[in-house]
C-alpha cells in the first residue's frame, strides 16, 4: 500500500517532527491535535524550524514553502477520512490512546493503516481497541525526529505482512533506518534505555555523583553525546517515568521499578527542557 496522504495525532514535539519529515518527502499531512488552534501552532514551530534551516543555506526557502504547503492543521478528526495512514503521537498514557484507536477506528477509512509513536505500550492491546488489528502497528521515532536517523516498528500480535511492509517502506521513504522489535514492553530502545535513566536517578539519590559529574563520566567514559540527566530532560521526565512504571508494572521484575528522586522531580512539576526545570535549568 502507497501511503501518500498521513494523519498525525498530536501537533506536540514528536507529532510535529514526523508531519515535518513526511512533508519533506512529499506526503500530504493532516496535523490534528484537540484544538486547531494547537494544531496550528504546531505547524508554526515546523515553519520556524525550517525557517533556521534557511538562514544556515542547508534549505531553500522555495522548498520550505513547498514542505510547509504539504501540511494542514486540524482540530479533531473529521479531516482524516482520506488518510492511508494515522500516527498517533499523543501522551505516554494508555487510557488515552485506547480513547483514541477506538476513535480513529470510526472516523478513519477501513483501509486505512493506524499506527502509534508509544515508545512502551503495547500494539496488540490498541489494536484490540479497533475492528482492523492487522492494520495497527507501532512506528516508535526518536526524538528529534528530523534529525535521528532510526524507526522502530513494532508488529502486534495481528499486524498482518503487507501493513508492515507498508511501513517499513514508509519509514525507508523518509530516510530512516528501521529496526523491528517483538511487541514486550519498551521494545528494543526503552527496554535498555530507560533503566539507564532510572539508574542514574538512582546514583544521584545515593549521592554517587553530581549530576555533572554523572553526565559527564557517561559522555566521556562511555562515548555518549549526551549525560542520562541531559537525555532524561530532552525527553521529559513525564514520560520516563510513565515508561518506567510501564516496564515495571508489565514486566514484574524490580530492576525497573522508578527511582523516588525520578517521581518526585516529576511531582513538583520539573519536567526538564519543555517546563524550563529538570535536572537542569533552562
Known sequence: MSIETLGVIGAGQMGGGIAQVAAQA?????LVDAQLEMAEKGRAKIASSLEKLV???KLPESERTK???????????????????????????????????????RAT??????????SSISITLLGAQTKRPGKVIGMHFMN??????LVEVVRGLATDDATYQSIVALGERFGKKIVTAKD????????????????????LQESLGSIEDIDSGCKLGLNHPMGPFELADL??????????????????????????LLRQYVAAGWLGRKSGRGFYKY
Open 184 to 203: 514486550i514492553p519498551g521494545f528494543i530502545v526503552n527496554r535498555l534505555l530507560i533503566p539507564f535513566l532510572n539508574e542514574a536517578c538512582f546514583a
Open 109 to 118: 477509512s477501513p483501509d486505512a493503516i493506524l499506527a502509534s509513536n508509544t
Open 235 to 260: 525527553i521529559g521526565l513525564d514520560t520516563c517515568l510513565a515508561i518506567s512504571e510501564v516496564l515495571h508494572d508489565e514486566l514484574g521484575d524490580d530492576k525497573y521499578r522508578p527511582a523516588p
Open 144 to 149: 528529534p525526529v528530523p534529525v535521528m536517523k
Open 26 to 30: 512529499g506526503i500530504k499531512v493532516v
Open 55 to 57: 538562514q544556515k543555506g
Open 67 to 105: 514542505i510547509l504547503s504539504n501540511i494542514t492543521p486540524a482540530g479533531g478528526y473529521g479531516s482524516l477520512g482520506t488518510c492511508d495512514l494515522v500516527v498517533e503521537a499523543a501522551t505516554e498514557n494508555q487510557e488515552l490512546k485506547k480513547k483514541i484507536f477506538s476513535d480513529l477506528d
